[in-house]
């Protein structure tokens, strides 16, 4: 039996289109693998498509072209499995973070009880020692 490829990436292409011009390619011809538990690093100057490349794993933007496979099963959005720390945050500042937390839990694992949605929200809160800002909006 082959091994499973875990995420693969397969002639990736994306333009972006721009009007009144020609589509600006971000990034074209990129082929790779990673496997389970490889951490890797994808180094390289600014503008060179680093974010554009990750925001098609993560299922946030969708390629121009090529295929992108994460256990052999094809990325057609986000997911659970994929986690993003983007480099500007992304909270909402009108929510508290308990709020933002939720708002997550919600859409990622809409099948859980109130009580079980709440759990998972102090769970998380907790994780990164976030207790004492519970009802805090993001700012303050
Ligand atoms: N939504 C967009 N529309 C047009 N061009 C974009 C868009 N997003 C990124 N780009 C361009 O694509 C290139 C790659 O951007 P990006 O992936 O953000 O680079 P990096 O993260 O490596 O600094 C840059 O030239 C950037 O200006
Ligand atoms: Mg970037």
């Known amino acids: 039996m082959g091994e499973k490829k875990f995420l693969y990436l397969e002639n990736i292409e994306k333009r972006f289109p721009i009007t009144g011009k020609e ?16 951490i890797i690093s994808i180094i390289g100057h600014s503008g060179c498509g680093k974010s554009t490349l990750l925001n098609m794993i993560a299922g946030l933007d969708r390629q121009t072209s090529g295929n992108i496979l994460l256990n ?16 500007n945050h992304s909270l909402l500042p009108w929510l508290s973070v ?28 907790t994780m990164v020692n ?7 909006n993001p700012m303050r």
Do not use: C, W
């Open 98 to 125: 308990y709020q933002n937390i939720e708002l997550a839990v919600k859409k990622v694992m809409p099948h859980l009880s109130k009580e079980e949605r709440k759990e998972r929200v102090n769970k998380f809160i």
């Open 23 to 38: 589509d600006y390619v971000a990034v074209t011809n990129v082929d790779l693998e990673i496997k389970e538990n490889e």
């Open 72 to 87: 052999e099963r094809e990325v057609k959005g986000p997911g659970p499995e994929r986690a993003v720390v983007f480099q």
């Open 130 to 136: 976030l207790d004492h800002a519970r009802d805090k």
